[in-house]
């Protein structure tokens, strides 16, 4: 015989974007650490994020503070253990090759102690849409952007060279980005979303 069940769910939050946690590939998604679950997200106006012990009953929302842009799909989150980590572009008009970053601990109070202050890197075109963070399996903190043509200033029109860039930072407390055999030209008119995973054995796909 078949059994029932029913579904009751929370409300976490709310936002006046359809795209609060649009994109998956940035991970504005769930993540559990310290006890805790998480959930980074837009709220329309600012980034913010919320945390519960049991999934029903949530934290008011804490807003993060950045120099980046804040729009729908501009911010990555990457959570690994008890570490938050984010990359958010300067600006979304194409008119900017920065990139800021940070990292901090979560904790089991649902606070974030951050353990750097938020710093940037310069991608070698204009960044262009969002980006992707991740962590893989060694520490190592990886990128990945979509860039586009300086010749494409103040904004990037469609038919543009655009440029899929990776850049890796094996030691997160004190940076020095390389960049691995990138930028890549790409055929994709109109600019892209890159999507960033660990693969384990130190390995990252794109």
């Known amino acids: 015989a078949r059994g029932t069940f029913s579904v009751d769910p929370a409300v976490i939050g709310t936002s006046t974007s359809s795209g609060a946690i649009d994109f998956g590939y940035q991970h504005k998604e769930l993540c559990f650490a310290s006890s805790r679950y998480w959930l980074f997200y837009y709220d329309g106006t600012n980034y913010g994020f919320r945390s519960s012990l049991d999934g029903i009953t949530w934290s008011s929302e804490t807003t993060l503070t950045t120099a980046g842009v804040v729009f729908t799909e501009m911010a990555s989150f990457a959570c690994s253990g008890t570490t938050i980590y984010y990359a958010i572009p300067a600006s979304n008009n194409a008119d900017s090759r920065t990139v ?89 008119a109109g600019g892209f979303w890159p999507d960033i995973v660990s693969i384990g054995n130190g390995q990252v796909a794109v």
């Open 100 to 188: 800021y970053y940070r990292y901090g601990t979560l904790n089991s109070d649902g606070t974030i102690a951050w353990s750097i202050p938020e710093s940037s890197i310069n991608l070698a075109y204009n960044a262009y849409y969002g980006s992707s963070v991740t962590i893989d399996s060694e520490g190592d903190l990886w990128l990945a952007a979509s860039s586009c043509s300086p010749s494409g200033t103040p904004s990037c029109a469609a038919g543009l060279i655009f440029y899929l860039e990776v850049w890796e930072c094996t030691t997160p407390s004190n940076c020095s980005w390389s960049s691995v055999g990138w930028p890549m030209p790409s055929d994709v």
